[in-house]
Structure formats: structure tokens, C-alpha cells
């Protein structure tokens, strides 16, 4: 998923953010405050969450990112979910409403799952393997089905095939009784209980949720359930009564409510998370803003601060259809002259980011930490004076009009001014920047974005930005424009693994296979810093989430306050 | 009085046609395609085309921009099937973010900026008015200076700086004031009032800077008339001549900017609601602008020229009521 999903992730930006990411891992410098799985919190009380921007949807058809993601686990169930706890323990796909993460056959081409005993609706009724197809189908809907895209990709569906809605029944999705579901995929997948995680494969009463229904009044199966919802401005969790602790494993469900405010200024909710006052106490919020960095130096902050990597990659792609940076030992040049330290100070800093070399960030399951292009201008120069370049060439690097990327911006363009390397800075507005970069008919020399995946695995990673198959003419993600038929060719036998832990492994082999290419310069890996509030209890950075507070652990020290 | 009124509400239509049909061509013409954003990551050229179908953006300009039109005065329908929703008159359209029904948000934020802007007026008003009479009143003295050397430097401060510096000491340091946020009046009259305080101070501060020189300065002028010479010499108490003689004449150019800036207020306050986080059509504005959902552009373009237009109409209607000079006969 491109970076500004994260962004809205922290409550910035969620009209951009259109996928799924993983999230900051394991707590890196200051974390301090989070307990694992809601250690420390009683039952009962309001948690507040403070935020920028509105989730995009409540509909988990249509909404998919990092964020809402996190929050869909609240009101949502699925067949199976991320664990729930710091580090790797919120990564594992565990059991959610099935019984286990699912039994395959037919060499992984055909899933099957049984549903759990006390399962239900938040109207009571409960929750069958019809409401489980249901729910699926519902991500082939045209209009609806605008999200996670991996029902359609994984499961097989004739090609004509527009939702229950218009179509009715899908086939592939059978319902031998009330408990058991079956999927019939495309082609063999080992990480389908992976992908089961995504939110468009959430259960529904058979016929609920035409149109926009969901959007404004879903229906739980989670823990919480909306009592009201003013979009753009708040919403109102109360407890689903007829949600059953015992049936679930992963949310501890410790507040009686949740309150999101929407639509506030990101600096005034850093203000308000650091002064803590009355209601403020009960209060989490989304990553702070650079500018706040300096003033959460002191103790008394500092233990109330949570830090933890986003589980994303900011790169500077580099465009190989141009002249200059078809030639490999141009690009490696460029790969050899960016100083990532100076790079991470435009960033804001290293509270705020590490710097990075590989392309797949230290969330990554499997993934190996390598540097293969450590500042060398020797080297760099060297490579450009082989390239018969040594005078420097004219670059044009696309970027977005925010303090941070103009910060990293111009860390590259003094890194690359001893090659003679003329880097001219394009401003693009952000409504338009996506659009841009992602039509090979407008984009430039360079690109200075990111990605973050779906899940914890190289297949959400490696895949989208580097298979050749995947040029498009608009809303292209191979912004490298990379084509190389090695790589191609890996990248489908990987998909082939049958042994996920194998296939990670793989994916890290890959990883630096294509470095070799150097089709992008890896730029930093981003951290969420977060502030809680003094009475807020459990809160951790789940990996899964771009390293946003787990929802469903947090909870309050003192319920009474 | 019935012919000039239907000129100017014919006036007012055209006008109003013109921005819908400029805002609707610079979006249609210049503007990204809202498609790609939807669309998003794992986006292919086949599902951009599904999503300009459902969105209607394969249409001709003509086409499109008539849809639009008809919608405000008849209603239209959106999608297909079982999907397929009647947008009731006057239909803005949905957000392209949010599926949300444009007019139904803008009933949901237009109470915010109300509450926002009339709070303001209220307080500009009181204060500019009252400080540029007490200044002409004093013309030359200590206080008329002092006066208009805070006026001078109240309208320098920017919005943004005022609202956060205010919020730092107020809510910060002396936690006096709770955080602003668009608290319902139903919630206690006491936290409204303190929940919409700083936003009203912030806005008003400017204006009311502005309404002093300008309310001093033809205070000043009037006094120096003949009309009030006479008033004088005939022995007029001078509250009386001040009251009586003077003000109306002297306020008539206040009425006339005070209803363009309140208009202007109702479409939005949105640096003020920006910062403060105020949900109302002036950060519902800003958002849009960000996240290039058109049809919310378009809605609160019009409805802000629609405020402008109004407001216009209004100002030279009262106006003529209270200025003999200008009556419409």
C-alpha cells in the first residue's frame, strides 16, 4: 500500500489511503508505556481517540487500510485475525470466529473452515457459514467491493461474476451445514489464512447491506457495536450484548464504550496529549507531528510515549524508461550517493525514522537485514564515469508539497550534487501526486514515495512494485517500470511455495536480487511515536496495524475517572 | 420595489448559474481523476473505468454538468440495481470518499459555522462598533490613539497564530477554557458557550479591529456635516445628536461590509475551524479541497456563493431602508 495510507493511518490523510499495511513491530526507541494484551486495565470506562480524518469506511468492503483496519476489529469478526499483543505475538494469524486458521486440500487449492460455537450478531442472531459466504461475495459487488482486493484475486469466481447482490449465490463459496465453509481458489495458496484477515471477509446476514447501508449503520459481530455515528465529526462504540468473551481469544474488550473525535487539527491533538486534562487522560491519538518531537523529551512524557515502526518503506523509485536511469550502474551510483542519515534528518529525525537499506522493512517476517549500497561517492562516481556520464545529467524527482518529504527531498538533491547529478524538485499537490507518479505518461526521472503491505509477508510487497506483468497505463505501482524477466520468473515461483516459511525466506532472496537492479533507492523506514493519555492501560504498537495502538487491548487503568 | 426585487433574484440565479457551471468545468477539465484515487493500490486500468461508470465521469461534460443541474431542482438517481439510491432534491450529489450524501452533510456542518459566525458578529460588532465610537468620540486624545494602535495591531495578527496562541495560555497554561470543539447546545449551555468561546475571540478579533477604524473614521466624518451643525446650534442634547443624527448615517457603511463579511462567515470559517477542529463547512471545505472530492468542492462553492450572492441582495435591501437617498421607488 502506498505511504499515505499510513498517513491516515495516524490520522492524516485517509483519502489516499486506500489498502491495507502492516504495521510497526516490535517497540523501537522510548516505547515504554505498553503492556502486552491489556495488561494493567480494568473493566469498564470510555476509551476517547483523538484523530485528524474520518476512517474511510465503515463498510469493510470498501474500507481498507491500516487504520480502519485496526478499528474494524472492534465491531467486526472474521474467520481468522491477527493475535493481539506487542511484537511478533500481534503478527500470527490466529483463529477468530473459526476453529482453526484452516485446513487445505486439493495441494492448498481448497480451504475449509468450522465456525465456533456462540457466535452471533449483535441483533442475536447467530452466526453461520451462510452469513460467512455472504459476506465474502459481497467484495465482488461493483459498487461496493472498492476494497481489499484479495477475495477476488484468491478465490475462483466466474469472470462475470458482479456480488450477491446482482448475481446471487457464488458457487466456489460452499455451505455444507450451518458451521462449515469452503473456499475454491484460483490456484493453490498457502497463506490464505493470512489473507482471510483482510476486512472484506467479514460475515453478514444474508441480504443485509445493499447500497451504502453499512456505511452508516453496520452490523457488529465484534465486541462493540455503533450507537451513533456523525461522519467526519464522532463516533460511538457501546458494548454488543450479545458478543461472547469465551468465543474470543484475541479482544480483550476491557472499555465499556469507545468515543472517536474526527476532524481535529494535529497539532491541537498534540496539545491536548500532552497537556492530559480531564477526559484527555482517557484519550489515545494517532503519531504525533514532527514538529511535537522536541517537547515529549521530558520524563513525565516520555513515559506516556509509544514508539514503534510503521511497517512501511519510503524509497525514491527510479524511473527505467528514461535515458540516463536505464543503466544500471547509473541507478547503483544513485543508490551509493544518498546518505540515508541525511535523509533520515529531513525526515524529522531519528525518533521519527531509521534509516533504510533493504526494500522490505524490519517487519517483515523472514526478512534479512542487508545494506547493499553503503554511501560509497567513490564508488558512485566511478559507476558514472563508466556509464560515460561523469558530467552529470538533469534528474526531475516528483514529490509531494509536505514539510517531511520536502526534508528528504533535500537531502537527495545535495547527496547527488558532488556526481554533478542536477536534481530538480517537482511539486506536486497530494490530490493529485498518486495519479501522477502512477501513470507512466506523466511520471518523471523519480519518485519519492513508499509502500507498505497488506500483511507481514514479501507477497504483498515484492510483487506489486517490481512485476514487470504489473505495468499498467494508470494507477501503476511498478514505478520503476522495471521489467526484468528473472525477476518475474521468481516472483511466480514463490507464489508457487506451498511452505510459507520457505517462501518468506525466498522473498528476502529476492529482495536483494533485485537491488542488483537498483530500481529504487530504500530511504527510511518510518516510526509511529504516539502519546497516550495518564489513565489508558494495555496500549501497544501492533505490527499489523502500521503501528498504530492496538484497539483491542487498550483499555483504562481506572475505569471510574 | 417588486420589479427591482425580481431583477435582482434574477440577477442572483445567474450569478449562481455561472459559479456552478465555471466550478464544474474547472473540475471537469483540470482536476485529477477521482477514479484513480478511489481505486487506489492493486488498481488496473478496468477497474478506473468501472469506478468512472458507477461515478458517472464517463459522460460528456454536457451530460454530466445537466445531471447535476436537474439533480438540484428534481433529484437523480445513482447506481444500478439493488445498489441504485435516489438522491432526493435538492441533490449535491455523494462524496466520492465518503458515499455520503453532499446536502446531508452540509445540514449536518452549516449549524458549526452558523453558531461559529453569528458568535462573531455578535462580539465584533459590540466591540468594533462600541471602540470606534468611544475613539471618535475621544477624536485625538490618549485613548483614541491607544484605541486605534491596538485596532492597527489586532488586524495584523493572523488567524492561525491568535488561535493557537490563545488556545496555549488559555487551555494550556491557565486551563481556564476547555479545548474548542462543536459541543451541541443541548450538552449545557455553560460548555457550549466555553467550547465556542476561543473560535468566536479569534474570528471576531479581526474583524472588530477593522469595524473600530472604519466606525471611527465615519463617525468622524458625519459629525463634521452640516446636518449635524444644525442640530447643534439648535441645542440638541449631544447624546441626542449622537443618537439620533448621527448614527445612522455614520453606520450605513458598516451595515453594508458587515453583511458581505457575515455572508462570506457562513460559508465557512475555515482557517478558524481548521485549527480549532471544528466540523462546519469551512474545515468540511479544506478537506475536500485535500482530498479532491468534487462534489463536496462544488457543493460549498456554491453554497458559499450562494451566502456571497444573498447577502448582497440583503445588504442593499436594508440598505435602502436606512438611507432616504437611496429608497426605491
Redesign the interface.
Known amino acids: ?2 505511504r499515505s ?1 499510513v498517513l491516515a493511518t495516524v490520522a492524516v ?7 491495507g499495511c502492516g504495521g510497526a513491530s516490535t517497540p523501537v526507541s522510548g516505547a515504554g508505556a505498553g503492556d502486552p494484551a491489556a495488561a494493567g486495565a480494568g473493566t469498564g470506562g470510555t476509551v476517547h481517540f483523538l484523530l485528524s ?2 476512517y ?2 465503515l463498510d469493510p468492503v ?1 474500507g ?1 487500510d491500516g487504520g480502519v483496519n485496526n478499528f474494524y476489529r472492534l465491531i467486526y469478526r472474521g474467520l481468522t485475525t491477527f493475535g493481539a499483543g506487542p511484537g511478533t505475538e500481534g503478527t500470527k494469524v490466529v483463529p477468530d470466529l473459526a476453529t482453526t486458521t484452516g485446513t487445505p486440500s486439493d495441494d492448498n487449492k481448497t480451504w475449509t473452515f468450522t465456525l465456533k460455537d456462540d457466535i452471533f450478531f449483535e441483533d442475536g442472531k447467530p452466526i453461520t457459514s451462510e452469513a460467512v459466504k455472504f459476506g465474502v461475495e459481497r467484495a465482488w ?4 467491493g ?1 476494497g481489499s ?1 484479495y477475495a477476488k ?1 484468491l478465490i475462483d469466481a466466474p469472470k462475470d461474476y458482479k456480488g450477491p ?2 448475481s446471487g449465490d457464488l458457487d466456489t463459496i460452499e455451505t455444507p451445514d450451518a458451521k462449515t465453509v469452503v473456499f475454491h481458489l484460483k490456484k493453490p495458496y498457502a497463506d490464505f489464512a493470512s489473507a482471510l484477515v483482510q476486512p472484506n471477509f467479514v460475515p453478514f446476514p444474508k441480504g443485509t447491506g ?3 447501508a453499512f ?1 452508516s449503520k453496520p452490523i457488529a459481530s465484534g465486541p462493540y457495536k455503533v450507537e451513533s455515528y ?4 464522532s463516533l460511538k462504540l457501546v458494548r454488543n450484548p450479545h458478543w461472547k468473551a469465551a468465543s474470543d481469544t484475541v479482544r480483550a474488550a476491557k472499555p465499556d464504550g469507545f468515543e472517536f ?5 494535529g ?3 498534540d ?2 496529549m ?2 492530559g ?2 477526559a ?1 487522560a482517557n484519550a489515545i491519538a494517532g503519531a504525533i507531528q514532527a514538529a511535537t518531537v522536541a517537547r515529549i523529551q521530558t520524563p513525565q512524557i516520555k513515559e506516556r510515549t509509544l514508539s514503534g515502526y510503521m511497517g512501511c518503506t519510503t524509497y525514491m523509485s527510479l524511473n527505467t524508461t528514461k535515458k540516463e536511469l536505464g543503466d544500471v550502474r547509473v541507478r547503483q551510483a544513485i543508490n551509493y550517493a544518498v546518505n540515508k542519515d541525511t535523509v533520515v534528518a529531513g525526515d524529522g529525525g531519528t525518533t521519527l525514522a531509521v534509516k533504510a537499506t533493504s526494500i522490505q522493512p524490519p517487519t517483515i517476517v523472514g526478512r534479512v537485514d542487508y545494506d547493499p549500497y553503503p554511501t560509497d561517492m567513490a564508488k558512485a562516481q566511478q559507476l558514472l564515469n563508466d556509464a560515460g556520464l561523469g558530467g552529470g545529467f538533469a534528474l526531475t524527482l516528483d514529490v509531494r508539497p509536505v514539510a517531511r518529504q520536502q526534508g528528504m527531498a533535500v537531502a537527495i538533491q545535495e547527496a547527488l550534487k558532488p556526481l554533478k547529478i542536477d536534481v530538480k524538485i517537482n511539486n506536486i499537490d ?3 501526486f ?3 507518479i ?2 507512466p505518461a506523466q511520471q518523471h526521472d523519480a519518485a519519492l514515495t513508499g509502500w507498505c503491505p497488506d500483511w507481514l509477508s514479501g507477497a504483498t510487497f515484492l510483487p ?1 512494485l517490481f512485476d514487470g506483468r504489473n505495468i ?4 501503476n ?1 511498478n514505478l520503476a517500470q522495471i521489467d526484468d524477466e528473472a525477476i518475474n520468473k521468481r516472483i511466480d515461483e514463490i507464489a508457487e511455495m506451498t511452505d510459507i516459511d520457505a517462501a518468506n525466506a525466498a522473498y528476502s532472496e529476492l529482495d536483494k536480487q533485485i537491488m542488483e537492479k537498483a530500481p529504487i533507492v530504500p530511504l527510511v523506514y518510518e516510526k509511529n511515536v504516539t502519546v497516550i493519555g495518564g489513565n489508558i492501560a494495555g496500549a501497544y504498537l501492533n505490527d499489523s496495524f502500521s503501528g498504530g495502538i492496538d484497539l483491542v487491548s487498550v483499555g483504562l487503568e481506572d475505569p471510574s475517572k | 420595489m417588486a420589479r427591482y426585487l425580481a431583477g435582482r433574484i434574477a440577477g442572483l440565479v445567474l450569478i449562481l448559474f455561472l459559479v456552478c457551471l465555471f466550478t464544474y468545468l474547472i473540475f471537469f477539465k483540470l ?3 477521482p477514479a ?10 478496468e ?2 473505468l ?2 468512472r461508470t ?1 461515478l458517472g465521469l464517463d459522460e460528456p461534460f454536457l451530460t454530466q454538468f445537466w445531471d447535476f443541474l436537474s439533480g438540484l431542482f428534481a433529484g437523480r438517481d445513482y ?1 444500478s ?5 435516489h438522491c432526493q432534491a435538492p441533490c449535491l450529489g455523494y462524496s466520492f ?4 450524501s453532499v446536502w446531508e ?1 452540509i445540514l ?2 452549516l449549524p458549526v459555522s452558523a453558531t461559529v459566525a453569528v458568535g462573531a458578529a455578535v462580539l465584533w460588532l459590540l466591540v468594533g462598533i462600541g471602540a470606534g465610537l468611544f475613539s471618535a468620540v475621544k477624536e485625538g486624545t490618549w485613548w483614541d490613539r491607544t484605541l486605534m494602535n491596538l485596532a492597527l495591531g489586532g488586524a495584523s495578527i493572523p488567524n492561525y497564530v491568535l488561535a ?1 496562541a490563545l ?2 495560555v488559555l ?2 497554561k491557565l ?1 481556564v477554557l ?2 474548542p ?2 459541543v451541541a447546545f443541548s450538552d449545557g449551555p455553560a460548555l457550549w458557550f466555553q467550547s465556542y468561546l476561543m473560535p468566536w475571540i479569534v474570528l471576531a478579533t479581526g474583524y472588530a479591529c477593522l469595524y473600530a477604524r472604519l466606525t471611527r473614521s465615519n463617525v468622524i466624518d458625519t459629525l463634521a456635516e452640516n446636518f449635524m451643525r444644525t442640530a447643534r446650534a439648535k441645542g440638541l442634547h449631544p447624546v441626542l445628536t449622537m443618537r439620533r443624527h448621527a448614527l445612522r448615517p455614520a453606520l450605513t457603511p458598516v451595515t453594508t461590509i458587515f453583511g458581505m463579511d457575515f455572508a462570506a462567515l457562513l460559508g465557512g470559517a475555515l482557517i478558524t475551524e ?6 462546519g463547512v469551512g ?2 471545505a479544506a ?1 475536500s ?5 468534487q462534489p463536496v468542492i462544488m457543493a460549498v462553492t456554491l453554497l458559499a456563493a450562494f451566502f456571497v450572492v444573498v447577502g448582497n441582495v440583503v445588504v442593499d435591501l436594508v440598505y435602502t431602508g436606512l438611507d432616504p437617498r437611496v429608497r426605491i421607488r
Open positions: 500500500m502506498r495510507a490523510f485517509t483519502a489516499l489511503a486506500l489498502t480524518s474520518d474511510s469506511h470498501r481498507w459487488d461493483p459498487e461496493a472498492i482486493p484475486l447482490y446482482v445493499a447500497a451504502d456505511d456523525r461522519r467526519g465529526a473525535t474526527f476532524g481535529l487539527d497539532a491541537t491533538i496539545e491536548r500532552l497537556a486534562q480531564g484527555d497530494t490530490s493529485t498518486y495519479e501522477v502512477g501513470t506489486p499498467v497505463a494508470k494507477g505501482s | 482536476s485529477p481523476d484513480v484515487m478511489i481505486c487506489g493500490k492493486t488498481c488496473t486500468p477497474r478506473i468501472q469506478i458507477v447506481g440495481g439493488v445498489n441504485l439510491i470518499q465518503t458515499n455520503q452533510m449536518d456542518r493557537l488556545q496555549y487551555v494550556v486551563q476547555p479545548f470543539s462543536a481548521t485549527v480549532f477542529g471544528l466540523n474545515k468540511m478537506d479541497i485535500a482530498k479532491n472530492d
